[in-house]
């Protein structure tokens, strides 16, 4: 007998694709002897490559042209699925989705409606659903709860934030992380918010700046006049993620550190 091949594409942005996590166990639970492959994008492939639920990831470089593309969608017509789901739903996802597998579901991005409530202010949605459930009910539309995310990191990324944080010195009473970074603009918290905040933390806990490279600049300008440990562009994320699992509470923006934090069950702001 033929095994079950189902094909989940999510190729962006990191805190998109941890949030597949709930939707993966749920699949591995209801399908455990089915083969789910995942296609995302190389520098993200980390927090896919270790779930016991994925049998195989297929990676896709950060701006593929059209031959690089062919070269995967070709990977995956071979593999003969029997289910897609589409869970990005752009241009590079749709091609690769195309004629991969006789029932192809694609997840609905609500442009219009989201275009009417940021222009106008007019809610046209009938509810408020989290992106892990959204992504859940596009497999299932009869789904109305999912588990909190999960995160599998690689043992060597554990080991380098383990030893990163005993090079800072003696475990403190309390570890506040500030994760000042986000991709958009208007989904960061001010510069000064954030420094007064180190201020006040850093009198009785260790106050930890973590971030990627994109965040360098916003960390040094909080670090500067306290006495915050500056993280910032130092790890990779796999490492950043690990480094998460020594804070008591994490004070972030929305970004992908925000869904890791959650995934790891820390006191999250």
């Not at 639970?29 to 980390?46: G, L, M, N, T, W």
């Not at 195989?56 to 470089?61: E, I, K, S, T």
């Not at 597998?101 to 222009?119: G, Q």
Request: hydrophobic share 40%; proline share 4%.
């Amino acid at each position: 007998m033929q095994t079950s091949k189902k094909l989940l594409i999510r190729l962006s942005s990191a805190g998109d694709v941890l949030l597949t996590s709930p939707l993966l166990k749920l699949m591995g639970e209801r399908e455990p002897e089915s083969e789910i492959h995942f296609v995302v994008k190389s520098q993200y492939a980390d927090l896919i490559r270790l779930n016991p639920n994925v049998s195989r990831v297929h990676l896709v470089q950060d701006h593929s042209d059209f031959h690089q593309l062919e070269r995967v969608r070709r990977i995956l017509l071979a593999e003969r699925f029997d289910f897609t789901l589409d869970l990005h739903n752009n241009f590079r996802s749709a091609y690769l989705r195309r004629g991969t597998a006789p029932e192809i579901r694609v997840i609905s991005k609500d442009i219009f409606k989201r275009a009417i409530l940021v222009n106008t202010k007019l809610n046209l949605f009938a509810s408020v659903r989290s992106v892990a459930l959204k992504y859940a009910q596009t497999y299932d539309k009869s789904i109305s709860q999912v588990a909190r995310p999960e995160v599998f990191l690689p043992a060597e990324s554990i080991e380098k934030a383990d030893e990163m944080w005993r090079s800072l010195g003696p475990e403190p009473a309390r570890s506040v992380f500030l994760s000042p970074g986000a991709r958009h603009f208007t989904k960061r918290w001010p510069v000064d918010y954030w420094k007064e905040l180190a201020l006040r933390f850093q009198a009785d806990s260790r106050v930890v700046l973590l971030g990627g490279s994109m965040d360098t600049e916003v960390c040094a300008k909080i670090a500067d006049g306290t006495s915050a440990v500056n993280l910032c562009g130092m790890l990779s994320l796999t490492e950043s993620t690990a480094m998460l699992s020594h804070a008591s509470v994490v004070v972030t923006n929305d970004s992908y550190l925000m869904h890791a934090a959650n995934a790891l069950g820390r006191k999250l702001v």
